[in-house]
């Protein structure tokens, strides 16, 4: 099939690849987290908050012009009653008691692109997306497809 020269090669691409991967989910972030709410009231009331439409997202990863099946990243972005728009995503070091955060959609750049469209008419809350999203990270066991697809269900 392979000679063993193109099976190493192979090998050293994928290990790379990997660790391309992993950093760019670590958001770079260092342990500094921003906040789009403050307010224990406001993180109350949004994660209290109806979703009437989520859009399952994807985007290439950081770092990447291109999206090729799981070499990208996904979240799901909801719109609230008020029409507010927050998007549901999970990564190693997105956040400090969970991995999946809850972030305003405005910080989404062009390279989003909507996946699949629902229309969940209030039946579900920002809470359930986020914990249908999971508090752990595992690039090959519970990554960002992973909690995009069982906040989709």
Same mark, same amino acid.
């Given at each position: ?8 090669? #192979?090998?050293? +691409?994928?290990?790379?690849? !990997?660790? /391309? ?8 972030? @260092?342990? =500094? ?9 406001? #993180?109350?009331? +949004?994660?209290?908050?109806? !979703?009437? /439409? ?8 950081? @770092?990447? =012009? ?8 996904s979240g799901v ?20 008691? =969970? ?35 999971g508090t752990d ?17």
């Open positions: 099939m392979f000679s063993t020269r193109t099976s190493i090669i #192979l090998a050293a +691409l994928l290990a790379i690849l !990997v660790l /391309q991967v992993e950093s760019s989910f670590s958001g770079g972030s @260092g342990g =500094s987290y921003s906040y789009d709410l403050s307010k224990q009231s406001e #993180l109350t009331k +949004l994660y209290n908050s109806k !979703v009437y /439409q989520a859009d399952r997202m994807k985007r290439p990863l950081e @770092g990447t =012009s291109f999206q090729l099946g799981p070499l990208s990243h972005r909801v719109t609230l009653n008020d029409g507010t728009k927050w998007l549901v995503h999970k990564g190693k070091g997105f956040g400090i008691s =969970s991995q999946t955060i809850v972030v305003d959609a405005r910080h989404m750049g062009r390279d989003w692109k909507i996946v699949e469209t629902k229309n969940f008419k209030g039946s579900k809350t920002v809470s359930d997306f986020v914990k249908a999203g990270y595992s690039l090959i066991f519970d990554n960002c497809h992973d909690g995009a697809g069982r906040m989709w269900e």
